[in-house]
């Protein structure tokens, strides 16, 4: 059954049509002038057109103009007196479905809209499936390669292990992590060694978009249900239904965002936006954000149990300063894939320049470390990065560090930042002095000289 807009000047022929077509049970609205028509549309849902070719005011070419060129899903047929066929031919060629000749037999009207919709319903199913295609084939070429996610910190091992084990269920995801640090690459390497590896990846940045888009990009729309609303649209639950849906930055999600989403992970259920149908969708979430969702909740920005149904299974991916070892294996990584996608041959790095790399703190994290590789790359002589091609990388540094007042002897100045480096290595070795010596690349008879001279013996 569907909505069909019924335009025909003639009162009486008019809700004759509207009461034939109610009986077979579809929906109409029936109305004397195009211009109504039009309006009608602007506002409702309508599946299927009825008009008379000849109208007061704008006539029904115009109106079949107007109607396509708002949604050409919709279908219309046209309704034309004796000496009007060649209207009626040129009608179709526009874009009519068919055309009824009058007086009309309301037998064949009645089975010539049940074709138009028929034919509306293929045309709209093709049209969602290439959309899913469409994600399909964009996810497939991202699909998650071990190489991806690089690391060999103790935290990283850990986090490859938790995929491992997290993977073949259902269970929702809460990636936590600074921005960066591959939250997505996680969701990535979860959904495709999963069951659900052939069904869509489906990616949302919460943030980037306003409340009420939002609402509309996660559970889709009706047609008319807005300004500007011109066609049904699926949201990203439907367009995930059997795969996975990646929610990034979900502490950004407003308060009615928030009520809707519970429930839909409590039941798998919701409604479109401006629509009645329940639809129910089996889709995995996997939420992540760089903010601690638990102040949040206690502040009272966050729904406490919305937080604890997406808190099944935390994961957490630790800053690249945090885990500075992996910033070799990292930099190789991006060099080999940058180098063939610049078209460069390939490049390396001089133990000076590794050691600046391995000491700079990297506040965009893995992001920026890749960032500034690609523009060494880019910017290098030869074949070899050396320090002065990351020389941007101090003065990003010093641009987010305060100078001292006035200017201070150099010898001081690279005394303070040697002792500043040392206590940071030997926080994160946990007191170790072997291991803060290897996280700054030093032998161990060095380290305690250094160690000495700065009294933190």
Known sequence: ???????????????????????????????????????????????????????????????????????????????TGYGTIEAAVAAMRAGAFDFLPKPLRLDQLVAKAAQALAVRADR?????????????????EAAFNAGEIVGRAPGMLALFATIERVAPTDSSVLITGESGTGKELVARAIHWRSARRDG??????????????????????????????ARQRRGRFELADGGTLFLDEIADIGAAVQVRLL?????????????????????????????DLRADVAAGRFREDLFYRLYVIPMHLPPLRERREDVAPLADHFIGRLAARLGRPAVRLTPGALRLLTLYDWPGNVRELENALERAI?????????????????RDARASQPLPSGIVPLNDALDRLERA?????????GGV??????LLQIKASALYYKLEKHGLL
């Open 263 to 291: 429930r839909v992970l409590q039941e798998r259920e919701f409604e479109r936006v401006g629509g009645e149908r329940t639809l129910r969708v089996d889709t995995r979430v996997i939420a992540a954000t760089n903010r």
């Open 378 to 394: 880019v910017l290098c002589a030869g074949e070899v990065i050396d320090e002065a091609d990351l020389a941007f990388l101090a």
């Open 421 to 429: 480096l040392l206590e940071r290595a030997l926080e994160q070795a």
């Open 200 to 229: 869509p990846f489906v990616r949302v940045h919460c943030g980037a978009l306003p409340e009420g888009v939002l609402e509309s990009e996660l559970f889709g729309h009706e047609r008319g249900a807005f300004t500007g609303a």
């Open 1 to 79: 059954m569907g909505r069909i807009l019924v335009v025909e000047d003639n009162a009486t022929l008019r809700e004759t049509i509207a009461e034939v077509l109610r009986q077979e049970g579809h929906q109409v609205d029936a109305v004397e002038r195009a211009e109504a028509g039009l309006e009608l549309c602007a506002g409702e849902p309508v599946e299927l057109v009825l008009t008379d070719l000849k109208l007061p005011g704008v006539d029904g070419q115009e109106l079949l103009a107007r109607v396509k060129g708002k949604d050409p899903l919709i279908e219309v047929i046209v309704m």
């Open 124 to 140: 709209l199913a093709l049209l969602r499936e290439r959309e899913r295609r469409l994600y399909l084939e964009e996810e497939a």
């Open 433 to 438: 002095k072997a291991e803060a010596a290897r």
